[in-house]
């Protein structure tokens, strides 16, 4: 039998850490090879001279995108800030390019309601159409078929993997609220210069933030309405900043209908999901169980005499809340096997 021909990889964006992090997961994937990497601010720098854990890893150089030569590669990844994939991606799947977008550009299809949270111009809606939200365990027939992946958030991803068994199934009480308590590691702010990720300021503190409104909240009710009616009205999400590089927690409290066994729901609706992990009744999954692995782990316990159930969701934010998640749905539009390049074991300590 001969070998499958290799994907030809191109990463827009690529010095950010989602950047590193497409590339350390693709390194050891045996269909892929990357073959263009882009920044316009590093342009004509080496690889490892700037990602030295990739020294002998890869043998590239940064380039501007209009060098790159990215209209020859079959995939290209953008790992960049809001508003570039717009501007770039529909040019390339003219010629045939499959794109994975990172960033935030095709994750609304509501245009206005992301206009207002990104307070930026859409300026690629009809493309938008046709882009399909990459949540793997919830769309791989789409993501089989499309062109255009748009890869969700991190705490979209963490809280909706824990949420969607429950969703399907038509089980959350209407009227009821559902709360979403998050936490994040400070890698989930990119890499860029911000004071409030300064270890000085982020080591040794925990604190809440984007309380009166984070733009993953409207990515995670688009999820809940489509999947259950009504209940996105009683949706809130608090996220959090923790002094650790990477790592998420989401805590989900949810009123469930009577009668209903939510750790069955979720273990019969993931049971060929090889990147979920449901944990035996009572668990507490850890954020360091999933560090450096496209894994979520998540547990359900119910809270002491009360109808409250308590929904936890674990996983690192790089990887299944980003790359790794990435790679996922390369791996499904080219009839892959899903964990193709993915089967590394998280790291501990």
Known sequence: MSALPKIKIGIVGATGYTGVELLRLLAGHPHAEVTAITSRGEAGIHI???????????????????????????????????????????????????VIDLSADYRLQDVPVWEHWYKHTHSSTETLKEAVYGLCEMNRDAIAQARLIAVPGCYPTCVSLALLPLLKAGVLQEGMPLIADCKSGVSGAGRKASVGTLFCEAGDNFKAYGVAGHRHLPEIKQTINRLQAGIADGFVFVPHLTPMIRGMHATTYVHLKNGTDPLALLNNFYRESPFVDVMPYGSTPETRSVRGANICRISVQQAPESDLWILMSVQDNLVKGAAGQAIQNMNIMYNLSETAGLQNTPLLP
């Not at 990844?77 to 994939?85: I, K, L, N, S």
């Open 48 to 98: 490892a001279d700037y990602f030295p854990n990739l020294r002998h890893v890869y043998d590239l150089h940064f380039q501007t995108p209009d060098e790159a030569g990215l209209e020859n590669c079959d995939v290209v990844f953008f790992a960049t800030p809001h508003g570039v994939a717009m501007q770039d991606a529909p040019a390339l799947l003219e010629k045939g390019v499959r």
